[in-house]
């Protein structure tokens, strides 16, 4: 996949399929477009999700961004997608004030689109003048195809990232997934934690924490792990560990059920699937180690039982 950064002027020769947005979450709204564009490959166009570096959301209500997917998960979910540019425009003044005619003109011109696809209420240009009623128009005067879809919805409520992120901050993953079509999801490396888990025998692997993600409450979780192709059942804390250290460094840490691997510096993807207890300070070790140990139990019934994995990846 051809990833294109700080560039606003970027080429395409080759015509091309088109989606817009902020594709924060890659939710099932989100896959309904990218599924129009990859349809468009048999017709011989080139498939780009056009997204923002900074999501235009945050930028103009002067808010911290809280993502479902930093800009490296979105990255990775939409390279899984067989995606062939992923146009990521640096969300700038000069572009936020572009006229909306202006705009597309440009985009349609640079990169030679044919067919573009966004949902019903995709609003683009200097103060979101332009709506799909111009869109449509502009398709006509600049002869690319143009499909507007109606908004997935679950239950009774649009899909959204907004949507999606009030699941995640209730601690519903199950919802989370339901929204997604996936479960919430870490991507991270392994990094060196505290290295207690081994001598209590329950190793864990540690990743930290990306400042511009959103995380569940605090507390463990029933989770997977992928590493590389593989799957793997396993039990994840989020948290800050306030039984062994008063560093309030947050982070994610699996232990991955039956795996004994070196796996240190690795890329590995977490997936959340549901919440399990509150993050608690135990009185020592001992009892720390015999509730983890409880969790543990706990998500390997659930995995099994729920069918979210079968016996030979335990
Ligand atoms: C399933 C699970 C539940 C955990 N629950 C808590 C907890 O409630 N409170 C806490 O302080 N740490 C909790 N932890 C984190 C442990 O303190 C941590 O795994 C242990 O100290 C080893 O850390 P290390 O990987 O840095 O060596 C939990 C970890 C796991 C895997
Ligand atoms: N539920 C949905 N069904 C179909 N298309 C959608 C859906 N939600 C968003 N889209 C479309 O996907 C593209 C990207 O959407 P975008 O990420 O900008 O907004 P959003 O998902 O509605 O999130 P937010 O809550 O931030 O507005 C846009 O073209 C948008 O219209």
Redesign the pocket.
Known sequence: MHYIRNNADYEIKEKTAICLGKFDGLHKGHRRLIRNISDRKKYGLKTVVYTFDTNPAFLINHEKEQLITTNYERKVLIEEMGIDYLYELPFTKEIMNLEPEYFIEKIVKELSIKYMTVGNDFRFGKGGRGDYALLAKLAKDLSFELDIIDKERYEDRDISSTYVRECIIAGDMEKSKELLGYPYTIVGEVVH??????T?D???A?VVADDNKIFPPNG?YVSRVCIGDLVYGS???I?I????TDKHIKGA???IFDFSNDIYGKEIKIELLKYVRP????KNIEE?KG??QA??DYSKKYLLDNQLINIKQM
Do not use: C, H, Y
């Open positions: 934690g505290n290295q207690l888990g081994r209590i329950i190793p864990t540690n463990v039990v994840t804390n948290g560990k306030p039984t062994v840490e699996s232990f993050e608690m300070k135990f720390l509730r983890m969790d543990a």
